[in-house]
């Protein structure tokens, strides 16, 4: 049997992997949507970044938007919208 503490850290783990990903993903949007050509991507802000995801998605208060931007984000996958996907809610972490 699979311990019950196991499965809320894995999927702890993974929301926060998951918050991470959303915060390195609004720095790449916010910072270089306009500079494709030249990816002067600087590492350390966007690990920053990565940790702001991982707060705000770790955070109880912040819950149920984050939850209602990730079915957003699945209707829009879902639905191939490719437009959605370059705007700026679509990005964005909050």
């Known amino acids: 049997m ?3 503490k196991f499965l809320f ?3 702890l783990v993974t929301w926060g992997g998951l918050g991470f990903v ?4 609004e720095y790449i949007y916010v910072n ?3 500079d494709y050509k030249n990816q002067n991507i600087r590492y350390t802000p966007m690990v920053v970044h ?4 991982i707060c705000i998605y ?6 149920v938007y984050v939850i209602y931007k990730e079915l957003y984000r ?3 996958n879902l639905r191939n919208l490719e437009d959605e ?3 700026d809610f679509y990005n964005k972490v909050l």
């Open 2 to 4: 699979i311990d019950k």
């Open 9 to 11: 850290s894995i999927g």
């Open 22 to 25: 959303r915060g390195t993903n």
């Open 32 to 34: 270089h949507r306009f």
């Open 50 to 53: 990565g940790l702001y995801g």
């Open 58 to 63: 770790a955070s109880p208060i912040t819950l």
């Open 74 to 76: 699945l209707e829009i």
């Open 85 to 87: 996907k370059h705007g």
